[in-house]
């Protein structure tokens, strides 16, 4: 799954991996009020505000010494991708390389019931409220990262086409 490839991008090229779901899940406990807010988004298994996860994600991401981030579960939107790009235009600006994990309904809804993620509630009508979701936000962000050499997708287990990707089968 999503998790193999990704560890696999680690190992084989040194990327260093953020997942915004474990920065958010980490938050989870906190006591002041943008983690008591954190904490709604989390287990009712909502999108968090953009300006709320762009601060979460900033100090994760920023340092000059990191190299090369693999962001994951990020942009869920159109909007926090231009907004990530814009606070990072005096750095980087756009990213190099966006991933995407294409995986049909059955299998995810499989993956989703499965994990029960510690602080978030996971059933069938939360997993398809945010499926739907994905569904109606996510062809903007793919035909707005879609530039060749920018948009790498996998559809399988081990198999990423693209630019610049290896390919194992």
């Not at 869920?76 to 756009?94: F, P, T, V, W």
């Not at 707005?144 to 610049?164: I, K």
């Amino acid at each position: 799954g999503e998790r193999d490839l990704v560890q696999a991008l680690v190992q084989n090229y040194g990327y260093r991996h953020v997942s915004v779901g474990d920065l958010l899940r980490g938050l989870v406990d906190g006591e002041s009020k943008p983690n008591i807010d954190v904490k709604g988004h989390v287990q009712q298994g909502t999108l968090v505000p953009t300006a709320v996860l762009l601060n979460i994600l900033q100090p994760a991401v920023m340092p000059e010494t990191l190299g090369s981030i693999l962001v994951d579960g990020f942009p869920r939107r159109l909007n926090q991708g231009i907004a990530s790009e814009d606070q990072a235009s005096s750095r980087s600006g756009k990213p190099d390389l966006v991933l995407f994990f294409d995986c049909n309904e059955t299998v995810a809804r499989e993956r989703y019931l499965t994990r029960k993620l510690e602080g978030r509630l996971s059933d069938n009508e939360r997993f398809q409220r945010r499926y739907d979701e994905f569904t109606r936000l996510n062809h903007a962000v793919l035909e707005y990262y879609g530039r060749p050499g920018v948009l790498v997708t996998s559809d399988g287990p081990t198999q990423l086409t693209g630019e610049g990707m290896p390919h194992d089968g």
